[in-house]
């Protein structure tokens, strides 16, 4: 008998069709969360809550749709000859992002989404008292449930590979723990070497009061300049920084501000609008499809990590800021000081280094390291959840030689166990890492980049990184592939070593 030709195109359209609808209601869920982040009544928490479970109701209901289980079935069978690059990426997302929906029954999400509720207040209520063990029994739940959940989506793969999947496609444990071993080696006796041997340098002339509104203006003004486009986006203030919205054109950018810290607010501006010129410059000629997102979270947080880093805490910036901040806060600064003088005063590195948002690129490492051995090790049941504070303490002593004095300070200071993201927190510093890489690569690529940016033009690494990563979404089908595309390797953790050294031996005059 034969078989019936297939029109690929109008499959391939039809399909299109009912992802960009998902898509659109996806941005409705993602303009929801930012008022509630930011501009959401107080006593209407309760509405807003029962509204965004109904739209995740009606997201899930056409995301498992079966009509588009058939049109993939049809085109993977089909001669696709005819497709380019991204519409066969596009099907390889949706595949990938539909057997993840459909392999979860409705039972778990609901049990999921109740646990998410209860593990907040629970995280919640343990750090106020200092108490872990009152945290450890829905961690205990999460840990299952987690595990179910890996297993109805492929219970060939080891849980932990299926969860991190969900943040970094193709992420597996065996990886992380290849590059953070590296990572272990270079830099536990380089942190001793400094703190040892080094000279610190002097931040004590950034301490002082300074004008909330005068940092918003400050803060504001950077943005713009680095790229954030204000006809496509906006800048609001909330508790934690984060960058939502509902499209590349309309992508909502939030920080926040402390009347005694001047950098915290700068740094958070510059690393959100690093993550805001990933949204907005999205393909939009692949708009509303799988395959214009972003190629995970270690990607996404490598172009905010690129620009607070790379860019903001480098000599160059340092000599384009300083005047910058004696027209924002006039008589705050001494005029005596130099560029160099701010660069090495924003590059300290922490004595005690306790808490990880709080720590230094050169510390920052060695936190999310500990997080993923110990997750990791929960997830595969190779350490019980009631040794959790003992074990952090010892490896705090072991990585950065420092004992937290109480679980708020420790295992309690960070909420992502409580909502059940295991996987997540090696993204933090692959990101980090990626980002070096990247920079370096551009700083080949883009001639005479570091006098660019000392004097404010900045549009020249913008737009090689829209080329290079942001337009390309999740056209390759992992980070390390993207990688290799634009750097000529994978992720090597040898770039990232010899950056830190090479910097922070110069700072603290190794």
Known sequence: MATASVDVTKEYEALVSKLKDCSALAGISGLLGWDEMVQLPKNAAQARAAQKAALAGVIHERSVDPEIGRLLDTLETSDLSSLDEFALANIRETRRDYKK????????VRREAALESKGYLQWVTAREQNDFQQFAPV??????????????VDASKPAYDVLADDYSAGLTAARIT??????????????????????????????????????????????????FDLDKGRLDVSVHPFTGGAHPTDVRMTTRFKKDDVTEGLTGAIHETGHALYEQGRNLKYDGLPVNSAAGMAIHESQSLLWERMVALSQPFAAYL??????????????????EDLYRALNVVKKESFIRVESDEVTYPM????????????????????????????????????????????????????????????????????????????????????????????????????????????????????????TGKPLDPQIFLNYLKEKYTAIYKL
């Not at 929906?101 to 778990?108: C, I, N, Q, R, W």
């Not at 000279?199 to 713009?224: M, R, Y």
Request: glycine share 6%.
């Open 322 to 339: 300083l005047p910058k901040l004696h027209t924002s806060f006039p008589g705050a600064f001494p005029e005596s000081k130099t560029p």
């Open 139 to 152: 961690l205990n739940e999460w840990i299952e449930i987690r595990k179910e959940r890996a297993a109805m």
């Open 101 to 108: 929906s459909t392999a979860v029954t409705e039972d778990l």
């Open 178 to 227: 290849e590059i953070f071993d590296e990572v272990k080696k270079g830099l536990i006796p380089f942190l001793a070497e400094i703190r040892e041997k080094g000279t610190e340098p002097d931040n004590s002339w950034l301490q002082g009061e300074f004008d909330i509104d005068a940092q918003a203006e400050l803060c504001k003004e950077i943005a713009v300049a680095i790229g």
């Open 367 to 486: 936190h999310i390291i500990l997080r993923f051995e110990i997750e990791k090790a929960l997830v595969e049941g190779e350490l019980q959840v009631e040794d959790i504070p003992s074990v952090w303490n010892s490896k705090m002593q072991q990585y950065l030689g420092v004992t937290p004095a109480s679980d708020a300070q420790g295992c309690l200071q960070d909420v992502h166990w409580s909502a059940g993201l295991f996987g997540y927190f090696p993204t933090y510093t692959l990101g980090a890492m990626s980002a070096v890489q990247i920079f370096e690569t551009a700083k080949q690529q883009i001639p005479d980049l570091d006098s660019q940016i000392q004097n404010g033009n900045f549009k020249p690494l913008r737009e090689w990184l829209n080329e290079n990563i942001h337009s390309l979404g999740s056209l390759y089908p992992t980070a390390d592939d993207l990688l290799t595309k634009v």
